[in-house]
């Protein structure tokens, strides 16, 4: 069993940044491959970024290509998710997930084993 714990949302002016923290339980958390959703009102939760267990491999939505960057750090148990220029549009509940299956199935949100309870971030223009 895997727990989730996001933090790091908040309010924020467009062009600005934040940095998620998904901190996690569980002493395999390095066997997993991570990756970050987020949900806008009205809207389907969507894929965001996604890390291997290595670091070596990552993929990105093409939304939030080149301004956020995902990393992890296996011996705090920890991912984050560096966002940069952020718009409005990025306004959402977001997200970390965890599976086993790898990051190249980070995409299909059917496939995520643990998710986290969500940290809002609003950016206003």
């Known amino acids: 069993q895997v727990q989730l714990v996001e933090s790091g949302g908040g309010l924020v002016q467009a062009g600005g940044s934040l940095r998620l923290s998904c901190a996690a339980s569980?002493?395999?958390?390095?066997?997993?491959?991570m990756g970050w959703f987020r949900q806008a009102p009205g809207q389907e939760r969507e894929f965001v970024a996604a890390?291997?267990?290595?670091?070596?491999?990552?993929y990105y939505a093409d939304s939030v290509k080149g301004r956020f960057t995902i990393s992890r750090d296996n011996a705090k148990n920890t991912v984050y998710l560096e966002m940069n220029s952020l718009k409005p549009e990025d306004t959402a509940v977001y997200y970390c997930?965890?599976?086993?299956?790898?990051?190249?199935?980070?995409?299909?949100?059917?496939?995520?084993?643990?998710w986290g309870k969500g940290t809002l971030v609003t950016v206003y223009s």
């Open positions: 997930a965890a599976n086993r299956a790898g990051a190249q199935v980070m995409r299909d949100i059917t496939r995520m084993d643990y």
């Open positions: 569980g002493r395999t958390f390095s066997t997993y491959a």
């Open positions: 890390i291997n267990w290595s670091s070596i491999v990552t």
